[in-house]
C-alpha cells in the first residue's frame, strides 16, 4: 500500500506533468526540426511564433466567450485556435516573403539565416507585447478537472490522490493526432513526399519538377499550424505570458538537436526526454521516499537535485552532454 501511494504521489506531480509538457515541447521541436530539414536553417523565432499564434488564439477566445459561444467543459480556446492558426500563417508567410526569400536567392549561408532570425524573433516578441500585453493571462475556462483527488481516493481506498487536469488530458490527445496527421500528411501525401525529397536532395528534387516555392509554403503554413498548437496548449495547461515563449526556446530546441534535428521521431523523443528530466531534477522527491524507504529511513532533506529556477538550465545540460558524446543526437539528424 505504501508503494502504491509513493507511486500516485510520483504520478500526479510528477509523470502526469512531465507527459503534458514533453507532449508541448514536441510540437514546438517538430516546427523547428521542419524548418531545418527543409529550409536549412534553425529558426530562432520559432517560439515567439508561438507566442503570436496564441495571443491570437487568447483574443479570439475573449470575443466568443463574450458572444456566449463556448465548447462547455472543454477549452473555448480549442475553438479559436484555426483563426490563430490561419494569422500565425500569414504572417510566417509575410516574413518568408520579405525577408527570407531574399537571402534564398542570394543563397546565402545557414549563419546569416539563424541571425536574421534573431532578428525576427525580437520584432516578433515586440509585435506580440503591444498587441497582448506583457501581464500573464489565464485562459482555460471549461472544466477544470476530468479526475479530482477525492474521486481518485473514493474510488482507489489509498491516502493519496491522483488529479487528472482537463488541459492535461487534451494536451495528450491533441499531441497523437497532430503527430499522426503530420505523419501521414508527409508519408502517404504527394505534397508530403515532395517535401521529404526537397530535404533529402534540393537539387535532385527540382530536376524531378518539385516547385521549390510550393514547398517553402507549405512548410510555413504546418510550421505555423505546430507553433499555435504547441503555444495554444502550454498557455492552456499553465498560463501565457509573451515573455516566456522566449524562454521556452531553449527547451524546444534542445529537444530538437538532443533528438537529432530535422528528424522528427528525434524531436518527439527529445521533447519528452527533455520534459522528464527537467520536472524530475527539479521537483522534491522527499514524500516519495519517505513512502519507498523502510521507516526510520525517510530523508530530512528535501530531495530536490535543483531549484525549480534553472530549471530551462537542466535541459542546456543534457543538450552539451548530447553534443559532446553523440552530436548527430539520439536518432539520426537531417532527415523526414
Same mark, same amino acid.
Given at each position: ?79 479559436? @485556435? ?45 509585435? *506580440? ?44 490527445? *491533441? ?15 504527394? *505534397? ?104 526510520? @529511513? ?39
Amino acid at each position: 500500500m505504501e508503494f502504491l501511494n509513493g507511486l500516485v504521489f510520483l504520478t500526479n506531480f510528477v509523470i502526469v506533468p512531465a507527459l503534458a509538457y514533453g507532449a508541448q515541447l514536441a510540437i514546438g521541436a517538430l516546427g523547428v526540426t521542419l524548418v531545418y530539414a527543409i529550409l536549412r536553417f534553425s529558426n530562432f523565432a520559432h517560439g515567439d511564433t508561438m507566442a503570436f499564434g496564441t495571443a491570437v488564439t487568447i483574443k479570439v477566445t475573449a470575443v466568443l466567450v463574450a458572444m456566449g459561444i463556448t465548447l462547455g467543459p472543454l477549452p473555448t480556446a480549442l475553438l479559436a @485556435m484555426p483563426v490563430g492558426i490561419l494569422a500565425t500563417g500569414l504572417l510566417v508567410l509575410g516574413t518568408d516573403w520579405l525577408i527570407y526569400k531574399f537571402y534564398r536567392q542570394q543563397k546565402a549561408k545557414p549563419v546569416i539565416l539563424v541571425i536574421v532570425s534573431l532578428g525576427v524573433m525580437f520584432v516578433m516578441n515586440g509585435l *506580440t507585447r503591444v498587441f497582448i500585453g506583457v501581464r500573464d493571462i489565464q485562459f482555460a475556462d471549461g472544466a477544470r478537472f476530468l479526475m479530482t483527488v477525492r474521486q481518485f481516493k473514493d474510488w482507489t481506498g489509498l491516502d493519496e490522490g491522483l488529479a487528472i487536469k482537463t488541459t492535461q488530458a487534451i494536451t495528450l490527445v *491533441t499531441a497523437a493526432i497532430t503527430v499522426a496527421a503530420l505523419f501521414w500528411f508527409l508519408n502517404k501525401t504527394r *505534397t508530403g513526399k515532395s517535401m521529404r525529397a526537397f530535404s533529402d536532395n534540393e537539387d535532385l528534387a527540382l530536376l524531378s519538377g518539385i516547385d521549390p516555392d510550393r514547398v517553402v509554403r507549405v512548410t510555413w503554413l504546418i510550421v505555423a499550424a505546430l507553433a499555435t498548437i504547441a503555444g495554444v496548449l502550454y498557455g492552456l495547461d499553465k498560463s501565457f505570458k509573451a515573455f516566456t515563449y522566449f524562454q521556452l526556446l531553449l527547451p524546444i530546441f534542445a529537444a530538437a538537436i538532443v533528438g537529432g534535428i530535422g528528424n522528427p521521431v528525434g524531436a518527439i523523443a527529445g521533447g519528452f526526454l527533455i520534459a522528464f528530466a527537467e520536472v524530475t531534477v527539479t521537483y522534491p522527491l522527499k514524500k516519495v521516499l519517505t513512502y519507498w524507504l523502510p521507516d526510520g @529511513m525517510g530523508p530530512d532533506g528535501l530531495v530536490q537535485l535543483l531549484s525549480g529556477d534553472y530549471k530551462f538550465a537542466v535541459s542546456f545540460m543534457i543538450l552539451l552532454i548530447v553534443l559532446l558524446f553523440k552530436p548527430t543526437g539520439l536518432f539520426k539528424g537531417q532527415n523526414i
